[in-house]
């Protein structure tokens, strides 16, 4: 168990819907990054937060978005779902958002769009 | 953008060594971390390479040549519970900062008995 938690575990939705994907990091870590994995792309890095405001951006779309909050939890955003954002959606923490610091990975939000 | 490159899979027998090849564009590099991630499950920390040479832990150790674009996972004495999927992520740094890791797809482990 890694310390971050993530809810839901499971999401079927329907394309053109929107939902909401929650993470909670490790107890004192202040940074929080979000990453997308589907079996033919790997892991994608899409956006990190740190201490409330974002710190680094990847591979993220217009459609995605997301923030961290002052008790430093983080939502991400999907909106106008297509089903090729069906994927694994996993959160990941750090202490301070240094590059070269572990991340700490959630246990993923799996979300199918039908 | 970065490029990484690892095996899509390798197979190995239970007790024996195997080593985990991964390439990757140099330019912005400043750093190497492999990750072990069992189907299903979260990526979990192995190790993290920034200087040339071999770092090892346990069983497990990394190497890195910042110059060749080069790093390998070498597992020793393999148990079936070794079986997963191992990334091997780069950290690039552009003018603004870190960008985040850039992961390679992955190289899925069979260990057979």
């Known amino acids: 168990d890694s310390g971050v938690t993530q809810t839901p575990k499971h999401l079927i939705t329907a394309t053109g819907q929107r939902v909401t994907l929650r993470c909670s990091p490790r107890s004192g870590d202040l940074s929080v990054y979000w990453y997308q994995q589907s079996l033919d792309q790997g892991l994608q890095f899409l956006i990190q937060y740190y201490n409330g405001e974002e710190r680094a951006k990847g591979n993220i779309l217009e459609r995605f978005s997301a923030q961290q909050f002052p008790d430093l939890h983080s939502e991400l955003n999907l909106s106008s779902l297509e089903l090729g954002d069906s994927a694994l959606y996993f959160c990941?923490?750090?202490?301070?958002?240094?590059?070269?610091?572990?991340?700490?990975f959630g246990p993923g939000t799996r979300l199918l769009v039908l | 953008g970065q490029n990484i490159d690892q095996p899509t899979e390798m197979t190995a027998t239970e007790g024996a060594i195997v080593q985990i090849n991964c390439t990757y564009q140099t330019s912005g590099f400043n750093g190497l971390f492999w990750y072990q991630q069992h189907a299903g499950e979260a990526p979990t920390f192995l190790s993290y390479?920034?200087?040339?040479g071999l770092e090892e832990k346990g069983r497990f150790s990394s190497f890195l040549s910042r110059s060749k674009g080069y790093s390998y996972l070498l597992l020793k004495e393999l148990q079936m519970k070794d079986s997963a999927s191992y990334l091997c992520a780069a950290l690039m740094y552009s003018g603004g900062g870190a960008d985040g890791l850039t992961f390679g797809k992955g190289t899925h482990l069979i260990i057979q008995p």
């Open positions: 990941a923490s750090s202490a301070t958002g240094g590059g070269q610091e572990t991340q700490y």
């Open positions: 390479n920034v200087l040339d």
